[in-house]
């Protein structure tokens, strides 16, 4: 049965987008009501933003210490109010979005330590706490407004960031999507396309009158923390519904506004510091106590927020300073070489503007590499992008429209032919773009079961590690594995640490792409029952296809996860008994035969386990572990089976 109620969410850097459809509505509608904190206001996202407030326990009889337990306090408007944000006994997380990848957090505490001084569960601890918040405000919007959809079948939607290339990171956002409420009872919730993908979609399909079959747009999707890029080509005709055909794999950088207000609140410090060392050598006290502090207000002063927003070409050639108050700082004091003016930092559209180009390059990097990949990419090396479309909150930008017609619109820019002709536009509601496509998608889905993506492109090559029947053709006799399990029951010679690849990289999927390894496992004939499940180690490559490594011992390859199989409810006497030949090696014994596909989607990856050509009841039947995969890089760590390459079999012994 279809869900009557499609949910998106597009969790952000700095705010958070939701919208929705209903089954006799117009287009994807946003929920912008009710927002607490919001004072009655109609808000069209609300803040990524949560706080926890301090409280110390009584010292227990077995410690001498006082512990601090941290309890929400507030989040998004609510949260956004001064006094409680910065208050001493408060703290207040946000830009946590990121750092949910182990990699780029551990990149963030190497550079920035004081910033990054966190650990991994403390961002999962947030992120589901403060979507928690965000589901009950959804729950309470529908079961006062639609009860009746609310009991139905709801279909929640989420995105991700181009940038999360681990499945891991994904597959750990999925847990906290759950934990937090979404897709409980008859709810299901899903991430469905990358944060690039899902704009696209929203800006394509509410301006197909523009766009004819046959045209390449460029999505750039440049938020709070990251900027997406995706290459697409218009397949549908005119009156059709909208359908895109991915010409390149997505890719991302961490690029976004939120890094403006970063380097902003270096200038701050930078500033602050000397004043307060200038106090200091004339035997004065520091004039900004804390000047860390100081910095963070002022990034997140209204003002400054308005004058970013507004930056444009006008404002920065007119170049009218504005001030931003100095927390605690006298409105007496005048420091011209500082840039303060009545104890207010004053600051400039052309200073703003600097800020701003940094970013602008590093978009500018990402939108290059994608048309440099043009001239490889098989049917449209010929041809050249028609529309350039930006959006997110960095998209939004004026400023940023006009950096990048300067580099690309037109003739003699950069691009060449790809982007003589190109056109740039901005997408409407650039800022919630992201949650209405994924609501238009989900919605096509539900309607005419198909996606508005027809295709995608794989970003990996996905392999399985396993044992391969011995061939002194292919490999070294010093790999062989005597006397093992394999050898004893089948009579036959084994190497082990296999790669089997299953998904190519660069691939075109869609919807309908079944990608699967037949998997065989070898059992004692009087086995009565399988205790464990049968374990597979899943590897991945970024390597070209043709320089994939066969095996563990080559370069190229790195975990991915280790599935567990489980056929506990299965007896195994129902699998087939292959009988020893008379004057044959080997025994007697059952061969469980089995399949496990992959459904790799434009933002996860899913598995399924296929046995005797049904595949089984429940998701419990198959796990996916990515959190444990340091094992998969010893020897012999997991040995799901023998791989024929000619035949694409797999067998192998009990887990």
């Known amino acids: 049965m279809s869900s009557k109620l499609i949910i998106g969410v597009d969790v952000g850097m700095t705010y958070t987008g939701v919208a929705y459809s209903l089954p006799d509505g117009p287009g994807p509608r946003i929920l912008d009501e009710d927002w607490p904190g919001a004072e009655g206001d109609t808000r069209r996202k609300v803040p990524t933003l949560i706080v926890y407030s301090q409280k110390k326990r009584k010292k227990s009889n077995t410690s001498r210490h006082r512990h601090t337990d941290w309890t929400l306090s507030s989040w998004g408007f609510l949260a956004f109010d001064e006094e409680e944000r910065f208050a001493s006994d408060k703290q207040s997380r946000e830009w946590f979005k990121l750092c949910l990848d182990e990699d780029y957090l551990q990149k963030g505490k190497a550079k920035y330590p004081a910033e990054f001084d966190f650990s991994h569960d403390d961002v999962c601890t947030w992120y589901t706490d403060y979507l928690k918040e965000v ?53 299901t919730a899903d991430v469905t396309l990358t944060e690039a993908q899902a704009a696209a979609v929203a800006t394509i399909t509410e301006t197909k009158d523009l766009l004819r079959q046959g045209q390449i747009v460029l999505m750039c999707d440049a938020g709070g923390g990251t900027t997406d890029i995706a290459l697409l080509q218009v397949a549908s005709a005119r009156g059709e519904h909208m359908r895109l055909e991915s010409v390149d794999s997505v890719r991302g950088k961490s690029t976004g506004s939120t890094l403006i207000d970063r380097d902003f609140s270096k200038i701050v410090i930078e500033r602050l510091n000397k004043l307060n060392q200038e106090a200091e050598d004339k035997g004065d006290e520091a004039l900004v106590a804390n000047v860390e502090s100081a910095a963070r207000l002022m990034a997140a002063d209204r003002k400054f927020e308005r004058h970013k927003h507004n930056l444009s070409p006008v404002t920065v050639e007119t170049n009218v300073p ?215 180690t899943m590897v991945v490559s970024d390597n070209d296809v043709k320089d994939r490594p066969n095996n563990k011992s080559e370069d190229g390859w790195k975990p991915f996860c280790v599935l567990k199989s489980d056929f506990s409810g299965i007896k195994p006497k129902e699998f087939d008994l292959e009988r020893k030949l008379l004057f044959g090696k080997g025994e007697t014994h059952r061969v469980a035969k089995y399949s496990i596909k992959l459904v790799v989607g434009p933002a996860d990856v899913k598995f399924e386990l296929w046995y005797k050509g049904m595949k089984m009841s429940e998701e419990a039947d198959i796990g996916a572990d990515f959190t444990h995969v340091d094992e998969i890089l010893q020897p012999n760590s997991h040995i799901p089976a023998l791989v024929r390459r000619a035949t694409g079999s797999l067998g192998g012994k009990r887990g």
Not at 141 to 157: G, Q, S
Not at 174 to 179: E, L, N, Q, S, V
Not at 403 to 431: H, V
Not at 471 to 488: A, C, F, T
């Open 135 to 187: 589901y009950k405000q959804i729950e309470n919007y529908f079961k006062k407004t639609k009860p009746h959809l609310w009991k139905d079948r709801v279909r929640f939607v989420f995105s991700v960031p181009t940038t999360w290339e681990e499945e891991k990171v994904v597959d750990r956002f999925k847990t906290i999507i759950h934990d937090a409420g979404f897709g409980q009872g008859d709810h």
């Open 322 to 536: 504005f001030r931003i108050p100095i927390p605690d700082l006298s409105k007496k004091l005048d420091h011209e070489e500082l840039g303060i003016k009545q104890g207010s930092l004053q600051f400039s559209p052309k200073e703003m503007a600097d800020l701003f180009d940094k970013h602008i390059n590093a978009i500018n990097s990402a939108i290059d590499h994608q048309i440099d990949n043009m001239k490889d990419i098989k049917n449209v090396f010929k041809k050249g992008i028609d529309y350039l479309i930006l959006s997110g909150g960095l998209g939004s930008s004026k400023y940023v429209r006009a950096q990048l017609e300067r580099r690309y619109a037109g003739p003699g820019r950069f691009g060449g032919q790809y982007t003589a002709n190109t056109k740039i536009l901005q997408a409407a509601e650039a800022q919630t773009v992201v949650c209405r496509g994924l609501v238009i998608d989900g919605s096509l889905m539900m309607s005419k079961k198909k996606t508005t993506l027809k295709n995608w492109i794989c970003r990996h090559n996905y392999g399985v590690i396993g044992v391969q029947e011995y061939d002194p053709h292919k490999h070294s006799l010093q790999d062989v594995q005597e006397n093992d399990e394999h050898q004893r029951i089948t009579g036959k010679r084994y190497v082990t640490d296999q790669i089997h690849w299953i998904v190519n990289k660069g691939e075109h999927l869609d919807a309908h792409s079944e990608k699967s390894f037949p998997a065989r496992r070898r059992l004692p004939k009087d086995l009565h029952v399988v205790n464990e499940p049968w374990k597979s």
